[in-house]
């Protein structure tokens, strides 16, 4: 387990300060992450990777020449937001485009992907990549929702590689896409690994067991089986790995070479590690195949845990040379490169937030009020952490309370210093959302950002509809004022925008056992109830029915999220997003409204 931590909220940020006073002379940090120390060639495509904290050297331990030129690193467990790549992004740019490469989870997509987006609405060629390397999570005849795991290390080795060549992006792009539907990965798991301050595992695997197909954030895996030998280990990695033989070669021409990539997850260490691959090394060769340099270490752990994976990369002349290409990081070292001169630009400008322009006196209003709800959000979030965690931890990696409480306190937070700069309601809230955004990381993290920014875009920032006085989301004071039904009608279609904002981007519907499965029941009937029943009273039905619709998420297998892997294990416990919207609506609630009877509206299959 992590013993030695200050704050484990400071976590993530302490390591990475410690890891770029240790290799002051091969990284520089920026806002989000760290790039290379070094200058690259103009016009070079940058290659950006990231993912959360506790996976180390993955991330930041593999930005160097020949490898990669920045990475952006989130909180434990969690994603990087979008603003912290953009920022990794525009430092690491070098006039040739970006490839945004990540481990394939969904919060990294959602991240990544709308960081790509803002680069490219910022003129930069941004191109996307995800790891999919986990036979554990996906059927062997569609790839697409699998996990990136250890993979990750050979695939964006080889990515890095193609840009240190010279390769031009769309070359690039198909030389990493080519490693990632060559890879393939198997882990095992011998106990769980404790989050920085948690009292207990995220999962426990028992005496005389071992956990298979667990995943690096402390997912655990999709079967228990005896504790065997090491050369049993290694037999059961590689005859499963190499069962999708055929299909991972297929693209390397049928290739008999590969890549192996023994990897320890954090308490497994080298000793044992060579003996697993003694044994690798003997069956791969009975198995007419070619090791080209093979790696065994640790290079993407989880934490402390206990455990270790295989990874193979089929291989052709291609892929062998960006393979064995040299590589000069802090973590991984291969060949020699000639020297290069230190970077010597400024790289203080690649954050960029949007000045706080004054609102309307009403709208300000408005703002204050909004911050003051943020703060019973914030409230709300740190009383329920320790019980969103372990709803989490049931089919997930635990973190979904740590990063609710992240993200709330950085919104209430940024919320009153725009208040503080005269901002209206629509900036307060857009502040407010980036900084949730940022702070919380993760799948929640991005939803959660881009419902309170789109909440925040119907209310706006100029005066007229909802004013100081308006009928919005009770305060910490529990009241909501009593304005007019047309206050009543902006924040429902403001409810309305924001939930279509997570529907939008979250790709999740109703019954997929996500946040989904309570938002859209609060909005619909936030809607059915306003016009008999005003606002406040429309509101305390809506959260009733968010919270029952919450609940009933028990009865349901998660198809989406990394809880989708081990979806069945989550049935008789409610999705903890879900859940925390539940919450949320519930503590911002007016105080004893008078709720009558509104039918129930009718469903629909999807919005």
């Known amino acids: 387990m992590t013993v030695l931590t200050n704050d484990p909220r400071a976590f993530a940020d302490e390591a990475l300060a410690g890891f770029a006073a240790a290799h002051a002379e091969d990284i520089r940090t920026v806002h989000g992450g760290v790039v290379r120390a070094s200058a690259t060639p103009p016009g ?6 990231g993912g959360g904290t506790g996976h180390y050297p993955a991330f ?10 920045g990475a952006a690193c ?8 979008a603003s912290q790549i953009c920022s990794v992004a525009r430092a690491a740019d070098n006039g040739g485009g970006v490839i945004l490469a990540f481990g394939n989870y969904a919060g990294d997509i959602l991240h990544f992907g709308r960081a790509a987006e803002q680069l490219r609405a910022e003129g930069m060629d941004a191109r996307t990549l995800a790891v999919t390397d986990d036979i554990a999570s ?5 790839t697409a929702p699998r996990r990136g795991i250890a993979g990750d290390f050979s695939v964006l080795k080889i990515l890095g590689a193609a840009a240190e060549a010279g390769l ?6 198909r030389a990493g896409r080519r490693a990632n539907a060559a890879t393939r990965s198997l882990g095992l798991a011998f106990g769980g690994c404790t989050l920085p301050g948690a009292d207990r595992p995220l999962f426990t695997v028992p005496a005389g067991r071992m956990s298979v197909g667990l995943g690096i954030h402390g997912e655990p895996g999709i079967a228990e089986l005896p504790l065997p030998t090491a050369d049993r280990a290694a037999d059961l990695l590689v005859d499963r790995i190499l069962a999708e033989r055929a299909v991972a070669a297929a693209g390397v021409g049928g290739s008999d070479r590969v890549a192996p990539l023994l990897n320890g997850l954090g308490a497994t260490k080298y000793e044992e590690l060579y003996v697993v691959y003694r044994r690798v090394a003997e069956r791969l060769a009975a198995e007419g195949l070619t090791v080209a340099a093979p790696v065994v270490g640790e290079q993407i752990t989880s934490l402390g845990m206990a455990g270790l994976s295989l990874t193979l990369t089929f291989l052709d002349d ?5 393979w064995t290409a040299p590589a000069a990081t802090p973590a991984f070292r291969r060949g020699a490169l000639a020297p290069r001169p230190p970077r010597t630009d400024d790289l203080t400008t690649t954050h960029r937030m949007p000045p706080v322009v004054p609102g309307g006196p009403d709208s300000r209003a408005l703002g204050a009020r909004l911050a003051e709800a943020l703060l ?12 969103l965690g372990d709803l989490d931890a049931v089919a997930g990696d635990g973190d979904h309370g740590i990063g609710m409480r992240r993200g709330a306190e950085a919104a209430a937070a940024a919320a009153r210093e725009a208040v503080a700069l005269g901002a209206g309601a629509g900036t307060v809230l857009a502040h407010a959302g980036a900084a949730w955004s940022e702070r919380a990381g993760g799948t929640s993290g991005a939803l959660w950002g881009a419902a309170l920014t789109s909440f925040g875009a119907v209310l706006g920032d100029h005066d007229g509809g909802t004013g100081g006085g308006g009928s919005g989301p009770a305060g910490r004071n529990g009241s909501t004022g009593g304005r007019d039904a047309t206050d009543g009608a902006r924040l429902t279609r403001a409810v309305r925008a924001a939930v279509d904002a997570v529907l939008r981007i979250g790709g999740a519907r109703p019954g997929d056992k996500t946040l989904v499965d309570a938002a859209v029941p609060f909005a619909d009937r936030l809607e059915a109830a306003l016009p008999s029943a005003g606002f406040a009273a429309a509101w305390a039905q809506a959260a009733r029915a968010a919270s029952e619709a919450a609940e009933a998420t028990a009865a349901i297998a998660a198809r989406l999220g990394r809880a989708r892997t081990h979806g069945v294990r989550g049935l008789g416990s409610p999705d903890p997003g879900a859940v925390s919207f539940a919450l949320i609506v519930a503590a911002l609630t007016p105080d004893s409204p008078d709720v009558p009877n509104v039918p129930e509206p009718e469903p629909e299959e999807s919005h």
């Open 44 to 49: 070079q495509v940058a290659v950006v990777i």
């Open 60 to 69: 930041a331990g593999w930005v160097g020449p020949g490898f990669a030129h």
């Open 74 to 81: 989130g909180h434990v467990f969690a994603s990087p937001s």
């Open 138 to 142: 996906g059927p062997a005849d569609n």
């Open 168 to 173: 031009g992006i769309d070359a690039a792009v």
């Open 318 to 322: 291609e892929l062998e040379a960006l």
């Open 376 to 387: 019973t959000v914030r409230d709300t979030v740190v009383a329920h952490e320790a019980r």
